[in-house]
């Protein structure tokens, strides 16, 4: 059985489209993220999945159950963790976790061992009210709470937005332990070096997918060589690139541009010769997703 | 030193006995892109409180644009503009109306403001859209129009608190070009971000871990001096290294 079933999924908001024609499926222990932008529909498909919104259109199952005729069922067998921090500010971490387990009618030593090792790190400040917990912290909390009732999917909107480096990493690397534990995971996120670390991703723009594939499948998708150039003056490079007909694209990626070309490098090289840019560098660069979701959203703003 | 833009010198502010800021120093200079990184809770958002002239050190000094940020923090407001990664405009008024109101507070005349608004419209081709509430724009609209209001008064110095977090690729880079067109007319730009590769984008980074600053260099700097492939590989060792 296949824990997550999504078909043809339409939910409009007024004149918003916000979900357009969305069908996926996940499977067992798979780790499956949600990569987008803010707006590009992300949190309503959970709340669609996590039976808090109906759809206008299409059908969704979450471990085998409707999610409209069997909302009840689904509460008790999902952990969800909302975009937005939801647990009570003015309980500590000891009761939030406590609240949880007794809403679900377990105990948190009957599933400790699911959260054990996230709980660990938080534990030295179990009697801190969550309101005065650092992000990090947090997180950490939510997710516990998530999965003190050892839920069979796991939905997880947004938890590394706004989170410094350090602390995204930490959580990734927790998340790929519970994936060993078997808990299929939906995720999603506006950062686009995380899909890298999914099973599969769907990549996710103005309420429509653009295209599901494994991550390194979208990368080699990608189909067309990426330049990497610099110079001192960045700014000016950029100005210059874009004016040149023979450039398809042209993005400042970290230190490099990425450039894409429907001529050749040195039809290229022959016009910024005269420009006089000092230090310049040209090389070939191995496309990432980002470049390839950029190249999905012009496609789609081409045909809307 | 004093064409720097902003000038510190063990700038320290203590919240009862816990120091968020410790003894901070560094030099900002005009039209320089200053990119001001650290973990959340390293301090950042107090430091740029402080020099914002919001909020009163515990000690040491600074000036931001020749004015000192104990005795003169209504100059500095007037000389900067701000824009945080919580959108600052109104929703609920038009973008022309939201262009007029911070035109007002920043005591621009009827007539600049008439053309300032004119030449933003234009620049964020945005024309169209001057009559719709500021509320249905997408978010990365939103942060254009926010960041393009920060500079409407051209201040010498803009602060930017993770202008960027949630904005789809495409207009993360375009509100880059924003940034850099700004320096390039010699605005200084001090900012914010969680985004590593837009760490490689500032002329100079500072790292603050745990209210200190550890690290201050230029991006191939700072990648030379830790061995590291990216900012982010260098920020991780920083980060991660605090006991």
């Known amino acids: ?304 | 030193m004093n064409n720097n833009a902003i000038v510190t010198k063990d700038l320290t502010k203590r919240f009862g006995d816990f120091t968020a800021t410790n003894a901070i120093t560094f030099e900002v200079g005009q039209g320089e892109i200053f990119g001001f990184l650290g973990a959340n809770g390293a301090g950042k958002t107090t430091a740029m409180r402080m020099l914002c002239g919001l909020l009163k050190p515990s000690s040491g000094e600074a000036k931001v644009a020749g004015y000192d940020i104990y005795t003169q923090t209504e100059q500095i407001k007037k000389r900067i503009g701000y824009m945080s990664q919580k959108f600052s405009l109104y929703e609920d008024l038009t973008v022309k109306e939201n262009i007029r109101f911070y035109g007002g507070i920043y005591g621009l005349s009827n007539r600049q403001i008439k053309e300032k608004t004119r030449q933003l419209l234009a620049r964020l081709q945005l024309e169209k859209e001057a009559g719709h509430l500021v509320s249905s724009l997408p978010l990365g609209w939103k942060q254009k129009l926010s960041f393009s209001i920060a500079v409407l008064h051209d201040p010498s110095i803009v602060f930017l608190d993770e202008p960027t977090g949630g904005v789809d690729p495409i207009t993360r880079r375009q509100f880059w070009d924003l940034i850099y067109e700004s320096a390039d007319k010699g605005v200084t730009i001090f900012v914010t971000t969680h985004y590593m590769d837009e760490a490689e984008y500032c002329n100079r980074i500072s790292i603050m871990v745990d209210g200190k600053i550890k690290a201050l260099d230029t991006p191939s700097g700072l990648k030379k001096q830790y061995n590291a492939g990216s900012m982010n590989d260098v920020f991780l060792q920083l980060a991660r290294a605090k006991s």
């Open chain 1, 1 to 304: 059985m296949q824990p997550i079933i999504v078909e043809n999924i339409h939910k409009s908001f007024g004149d918003v489209k916000a979900l357009h024609d969305i069908s996926f499926t996940i499977g067992e222990g798979e780790l499956f993220g949600l990569i987008g932008p803010d707006g590009a529909g992300k949190s309503t498909l959970f709340r669609i999945l996590a039976t808090l919104l109906l759809a206008d259109e299409g059908n969704a199952k979450v471990n085998g159950r409707d999610v409209v005729k069997e909302y009840r069922t689904i509460r008790r067998e999902v952990g969800y963790m909302p975009g937005r921090f939801s647990l009570y500010q003015d309980l500590t971490i000891e009761e939030n976790l406590n609240f949880f387990a007794t809403i679900f009618n377990t105990t948190v030593e009957e599933n400790y061992e699911l959260i054990k090792e996230i709980y660990e790190q938080i534990a030295p400040f179990a009697k801190r009210p969550a309101g005065k917990l650092s992000g990090g912290m947090k997180q950490k909390l939510a997710l516990c709470c998530a999965l003190v009732h050892k839920p069979k999917v796991l939905f997880l909107d947004e938890p590394t937005t706004g989170v410094d480096p350090v602390s995204r990493k930490e959580f990734w690397d927790m998340l790929q332990r519970l994936k060993t534990k078997g808990i299929p995971i939906l995720v999603s996120t506006p950062y686009m070096d995380e899909a890298v670390l999914c099973d599969r991703v769907a990549l996710i723009q103005k309420g429509a997918i653009m295209q599901i594939n494994t991550p390194a499948n979208i990368v080699a998708g990608f189909g067309m060589p990426v330049w990497a150039m610099k110079a001192k003056n960045i700014y000016r490079l950029i100005h210059d690139l874009r004016a040149f007909k023979g450039v398809l694209s042209c993005y400042a990626f970290g230190e490099y541009l990425h450039v894409t070309l429907d001529t050749e490098l040195d039809d290229v090289k022959a016009y910024l010769a005269p420009l006089g840019h000092e230090a310049l560098e040209i090389k070939p660069a191995a496309p990432g997703i980002e470049d390839a979701f950029m190249q999905l959203m012009q496609e789609q703003n081409e045909l809307t």
